[in-house]
């Protein structure tokens, strides 16, 4: 009989805490799933947008398998408790500049399997807790900005496989401070003088590709003929060089020969200009002598 208030106090408490859950649960978007508290998955519902009414706290938001074409700009700044993003296998085109703010609190997005054609520069913001970004199989993915990663100072895995990318600034990797591992394979990469400060990073951080330089491919630029990388060596790039500064020397040596050509050209017309007015004055004064006598 002593416990009876207890348990009397106790009753509204726990009412008003099961109609907050009961709340939480109501929040999730009618399409999904919410497993828990924090998270939402919305995977393979044939979604063509955003699913509204998303919980403003949710964590792990699951989004793969829909027909999702964009993210807003400002998506991240809304659900800035999101950690955890899967939007696999949809059709983004864009993801506009500053998608992924500052302050954001991302370690893993997953954008792979999309219509991707291009990551500018800033595309990430600096999104310093982004640990695994995915943007492996978007099959029209050519254009790699060499800025695009900077300010993902703890991105650890980045996947780039089976995209259109036929070259890549060596910037854009080398800039990841944390960067262990990075998959490159499956693209048209051309194997060109361009190439060749890709090739020389890839070498010395072959352990960074899970299947080693082994696993990826390039064409030749002279035929097209794909080789492996482990059939190049630095030593395959050193023509680069050579052309490049033997280029450089036909041009300084073309320049040089045309401008010399062109200073003996004026200064011949110069000189002649000037020896032919002195003539034409010494003469004209000779006439005005010859006419005074
Ligand atoms: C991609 O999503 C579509 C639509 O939901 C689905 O039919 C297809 O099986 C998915 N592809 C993969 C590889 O999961
Ligand atoms: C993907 O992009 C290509 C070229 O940019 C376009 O032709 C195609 O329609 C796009 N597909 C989808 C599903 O958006």
Redesign the pocket.
Same mark, same amino acid.
């Given at each position: 009989m002593t416990m009876l208030p207890c348990v009397c106090w106790l009753q509204p408490v726990l009412m008003v805490l099961t109609s907050v859950f009961w709340t939480r649960g109501e929040n999730c978007p009618a399409t999904c799933l919410c497993p828990d508290p924090h998270t939402v998955d919305c995977s393979g519902r044939g979604l063509t947008h955003l699913p509204d009414e998303i919980p403003l706290d949710v964590r792990r938001l699951l989004l793969a398998d829909n027909w999702i074409?964009r993210i807003p700009s400002d998506f991240l700044v809304l659900y800035s408790d999101l950690v955890y993003l899967d939007l696999r296998n949809n %059709?983004l085109?864009y993801i506009e500049p500053g998608t992924l703010s500052t302050s954001s609190r991302l370690v893993f997005l997953d954008l792979g399997s999309n219509?991707l %054609?291009e990551i500018p520069k800033g595309t990430f913001g600096e999104s310093r807790s982004l640990i695994k970004l995915r943007l492996g199989n978007n099959p029209?993915l050519s254009m790699v900005n060499e800025d695009a990663f900077l300010g993902l100072t703890s991105l650890r895995e980045l996947e780039l496989e089976r995209n259109a990318l036929s070259s890549l600034k060596v910037g854009a990797l080398s800039q990841l401070p944390s960067l262990r591992v990075v998959r490159l394979e499956g693209n048209p990469w051309v194997c060109n003088c361009n190439f060749a400060s890709l090739f020389a990073w890839l070498m010395e951080n072959s352990q960074k590709l899970p299947n080693g330089v082994e696993g990826m491919e390039c064409s030749l630029p002279m035929d097209g003929r794909r080789v492996s990388l482990t059939q190049l060596s630095n030593d395959s790039f050193r023509e680069c060089q050579a052309s490049l500064t033997l280029t450089d020397l036909l041009i300084i040596i073309f320049s040089g020969i045309s401008v010399s050509v062109v200073a003996i050209m004026t200064s011949f017309f110069l000189a002649s200009t000037v020896h032919c007015f002195q003539r034409w004055s010494k003469g004209s004064k000779g006439d005005e002598e010859e006419s005074e006598e």
């Open positions: 074409p %059709t085109s219509n %054609t029209y």
